[in-house]
């Protein structure tokens, strides 16, 4: 098993930022695919971003194109997520997940190892 831990959730006002970590224990994470998924109350997993292992590609939900960034971080052995403008929609618990794959899929089941998540709450 990878272990992975996100951190970086919290409160934010609509319209603020935050920055997600993904950080692995005992495994290199450039060599792995790594997502971004998020859950709310109520309503099933989605796909929020991903960066190939290589960091050749990355793919974004619609929802999120052109506010959110995800990077990596490899002195930390870390994937970010940044979060711009941020709106209620986006509350959720946040997840990131990873793969040994070429390819930067938005699908859950392509992704073999998950974190506990990190809770992103958008409110006035």
């Known amino acids: 098993q990878l272990p992975l831990v996100e951190s970086g959730g919290g409160l934010v006002q609509p319209g603020g930022s935050l920055r997600l970590s993904c950080t692995a224990f005992g495994y290199n994470l450039d060599r792995y695919t790594i997502g971004w998924f998020r859950q709310a109350p109520g309503k099933e997993r989605e796909g929020v971003s991903c960066i190939s292992s290589n960091s050749f590609s990355t793919n974004y939900a619609d929802s999120v194109k052109g506010r959110f960034t995800i990077s990596r971080n490899n002195a930390m052995n870390a994937v970010l997520l940044q979060m711009n403008n941020l709106k209620p929609e986006d509350k959720a618990i946040y997840y990131c997940?990873?793969?040994?794959?070429?390819?930067?899929?938005?699908?859950?089941?392509?992704?073999?190892?998950w974190g506990q998540g990190t809770q992103v709450t958008v409110s006035s």
């Open positions: 997940a990873a793969n040994q794959m070429a390819m930067c899929p938005l699908r859950e089941d392509d992704y073999g190892y």
